[in-house]
C-alpha cells in the first residue's frame, strides 16, 4: 500500500521567505510526527499529532515553527522568515497507535522520504 | 519518557555478528522497546521491537534481560549494506509519543 509521502522532495529558498512543508501519512494513521534532522546528526522532534487531541508542540525550536494537521490527516508544517540555521532534512512519519489491552502499546513509526531545505 | 543510552558509534567487518546495546534504566512496565535502522539519505525504518526475553525475525534479534533495563540489537553476519545507525526507542504508552536519540552509527568494513 502506498507509504508516507513528503513534498516537496527539495526546497531551496532565501533568507527571510516563509516555506510550508507536506505530509500525507499512511490513511488510517491517527499519529503523526515531525522530525528535523541536520547532516550527520540524529533525529530532533519537533510536533507530534494524536487523533484529536491537541499537538505536542515541546520540540517546536522557536515561535517561527509551527504545524497543523487538517481533518485528522494532511500535515504541514510552515516555518516563517527561514534562517540558515534551519537548513536541514525535515521528516515526516506516522503510526497506528494501538493498545495491547494492558499489557503496553505499540507505537510503530513509518517514515516518509523527507524534504531537504536549503536556505541560502 | 524513558531516555536510552547507546554507544555513539561501531566499526565492524563483513560476516561479523554485531551488537549492539541500549540502556534504558527507567523503563516502565508497559513500555515496548523498539529498533529503527536509517541509511543516510533516507528515513528510519522500523527493524524489531520486544517487550522481555528474546525476539527474532528476518533482520535482526533482540535480547531483552529480565530487568529490561537494557537491551541489545543482534546482527547476524552484518554486509556492507548494513552500515547504517541503529536507533533504540522506548515507547511511551501514556501519551504514545516516542522519541529518537542520537542512535549507534555502525560502519562495517570489507
Known amino acids: 500500500g502506498a507509504g508516507v509521502s513528503q513534498s516537496p522532495s527539495n526546497k531551496v529558498t532565501e533568507k527571510g521567505k516563509d516555506v510550508e512543508l507536506r505530509c500525507d501519512p499512511i490513511?488510517?494513521?491517527?499519529?503523526l510526527y515531525w522530525y528535523r534532522q541536520s547532516l550527520g546528526q540524529g533525529l530532533e522532534f519537533l510536533i507530534y499529532f494524536q487523533g484529536n487531541s491537541a499537538p505536542d508542540k515541546s520540540g517546536l525550536p522557536s515561535d517561527r515553527f509551527s504545524a497543523e494537521r487538517t481533518g485528522g490527516s494532511v500535515s504541514t508544517l510552515t516555518i516563517q522568515r527561514t534562517q540558515q540555521e534551519d537548513s536541514a532534512v525535515y521528516l515526516c512519519a506516522s503510526s497506528s497507535v494501538w493498545d495491547r489491552g494492558g499489557s503496553g502499546a505499540e507505537d510503530t513509526q513509518y517514515f516518509g522520504p523527507g524534504t531537504r531545505l536549503t536556505v541560502l | 519518557l524513558a531516555k536510552t543510552t547507546q554507544p555513539i558509534s561501531m566499526d565492524s567487518y563483513e560476516g561479523q555478528e554485531v551488537n549492539i546495546t541500549c540502556s534504558h534504566n527507567n523503563i516502565a512496565t508497559n513500555d515496548y522497546i523498539t529498533w529503527y535502522q536509517q541509511f543516510p539519505s533516507q528515513g528510519p525504518r522500523f527493524i524489531i521491537q520486544?517487550?522481555?526475553t528474546k525476539v527474532t525475525n528476518e533482520v535482526a534479534s533482540l535480547f531483552i534481560p529480565a530487568d529490561r533495563k537494557s537491551s541489545t540489537l543482534s546482527l547476524p553476519r552484518v554486509s556492507l549494506s548494513d552500515t547504517a545507525v541503529y536507533y533504540c526507542l522506548v515507547v511511551n504508552t501514556g501519551g504514545f509519543k516516542t522519541i529518537f536519540g542520537a542512535g549507534t552509527r555502525l560502519f562495517v568494513k570489507a
Open positions: 490513511s488510517g494513521h491517527t499519529a
Open positions: 520486544g517487550y522481555k
